[in-house]
């Protein structure tokens, strides 16, 4: 079957995109821009806060092996979805969480899978339904937590626990656990 591909904006893409290259079914992962309204945007621009856009990853799954329902609920396991405009310390709409649909049936997926999503917050679930244009980060974005991002204190402090929420609600999903997944 061919690939598919998911959109979701859950703070840094460094951090969210971590956390998917490690779930079984999925082919790729892409940091980016989405969202806002400056053609094709800089890191700097979009971390001014004034293009509009979130940052967010693209994710190229196989069906068969993953469904968009569940790698929406990974996402929602693995960032807080009640956070408006923030993820942790970081600030400003380039952090909010949304989920971008590329078809009718993602937008009625992603729509049920913030009402599972709710069931598990008492605060209210922020997380948006938006639509808007792919652009790629520039190329020192991407794979960041694989090359320079184990030596950023940031990450260091951010991504490790999001990869234990991962093992910890989804084990049976995780490449790093199911070697032969």
Not at 37 to 55: F, I, K, L, M, W
Not at 153 to 179: D, M, W
Request: glycine content about 10%; overall charge negative.
């Amino acid at each position: 079957m061919a690939t598919e591909y998911a959109i979701v904006a859950g703070g840094c893409f460094w951090c969210t995109e971590a956390v998917f290259k490690d779930v079984i079914g999925v082919e790729s992962v892409e940091s980016g821009y989405i969202g806002g309204h400056t053609v094709n945007p800089t890191y700097e621009q979009v971390c001014s806060g004034e293009t509009g856009h979130a940052e967010a990853i693209r994710i190229g799954f196989d069906p068969e092996k993953l469904h968009y329902g569940d790698l929406l609920d990974i996402s929602f396991a693995t960032h807080d979805p009640t956070q408006l405009n923030r993820q942790g310390n970081d600030m400003g709409t380039q952090y909010r969480t949304a989920i971008f649909p590329l078809s009718d049936a993602q937008r009625a997926e992603a729509e049920a899978a913030i009402q599972r999503a709710q069931q598990d917050h008492q605060e209210p679930v922020v997380t948006t339904i938006e639509t808007g244009e792919w652009y790629p980060a520039e190329g020192y974005h991407q794979d960041y937590w694989s090359g320079r991002g184990q030596q950023n204190g940031y990450c260091l402090a951010v991504i490790p626990p999001k990869l234990q929420k991962l093992r910890k609600s989804y084990a049976a999903r995780v490449k790093s656990l199911n070697p032969d997944g």
